[in-house]
């Protein structure tokens, strides 16, 4: 394959030069590491393919296609996967086997690759990939669910304390299975800026309640106030009841 194959697609993406390198030098060493046909498409998806890249904060997310993923080739790539994280670079290896279960299995997930991502090199491997409302709303059910099982566990193993922990830990993820029941219900993915509003309207609870567990997110370090046991079961309250509600969204 020529160098010219190699030239990848920055086309839209705000990332830093230095970042571009790095991702620049990653593929290469990838190419000559792997078999010629055996790597077939590099995506980048998330913050930085959003234009949210945040330097030091933010990590680098590469969906790698492989035809086959095993540990030969696991091996080939290790030296430059490790080097790779001086620049935050997270490379996630597939086949396209592994995405076609992935719309069935990890709905959220593949929806969130697709949502926000450029293709960099090669084939598009997301563009025709489609996911099934039962899947979705499944897998939402037991995100939720599951959601509700830890907090609980959490409280009584910790014996209530470090609830804020437990509430930065799991926020984006249950912001983001609100945003799926939002789209299951009416048909379209709300805005993030718009989904309090538009989740406490469709599911039916409390706005500021959201807000509030919003704001624990977003707070870090030992002089941060511990969340009150109201606000930690708030959290467990808001996460049974959207189980509850994408659990009726099947019926």
């Known amino acids: 394959m020529s160098t010219n194959a190699l030239a990848l697609n920055w086309d839209g993406v705000t990332l830093p030069d230095e970042i571009k390198a790095g991702v620049e030098e990653l593929v290469a060493s990838y190419h000559d590491q792997l078999e010629e046909t055996a790597l077939s498409g590099i995506i980048l998806y998330g ?47 597939m086949t396209p086997d592994d995405l076609r279960s992935f719309t069935r299995v990890f709905p959220i997930k593949l929806l969130s690759f697709k949502e926000s991502y450029t293709v960099l090199w090669g084939e598009d491997a997301l563009a025709a990939l489609e996911v099934e409302s039962a899947n979705l709303r499944l897998r939402c059910q037991q995100e939720a669910q599951n959601l509700l099982m830890r907090l609980r566990r959490y409280y009584l193993t910790r ?43 469709v599911i039916g609870f409390d706005s500021e309640t959201l807000r ?40």
């Open 159 to 201: 014996q209530g304390h470090a609830r804020s922990t437990m509430i930065r830990e799991h926020m984006n993820g249950f912001m983001e299975v609100l945003r799926r029941v939002v789209q299951l219900a009416e048909g379209e993915v709300p805005r993030r800026a718009d989904l309090v509003a538009r989740a406490s309207a």
């Open 47 to 93: 913050s930085g393919a959003r234009g949210h890249y945040r330097s030091g904060v933010s990590d680098v997310n590469l969906l790698v296609i492989l035809d086959r993923v095993d540990t030969a080739a696991l091996d080939h790539i290790l030296d430059t996967t490790l080097s790779a994280r001086r620049y935050n670079i997270a490379p996630l290896l």
């Open 212 to 251: 509030s567990l919003m704001a624990f997110r977003k707070s870090s370090g030992d002089q941060e106030p511990e969340a009150t046991p109201g606000i930690y079961n708030s959290f467990m309250l808001l996460a049974e009841q959207v189980a509850r509600f994408t659990e009726k969204l099947g019926e």
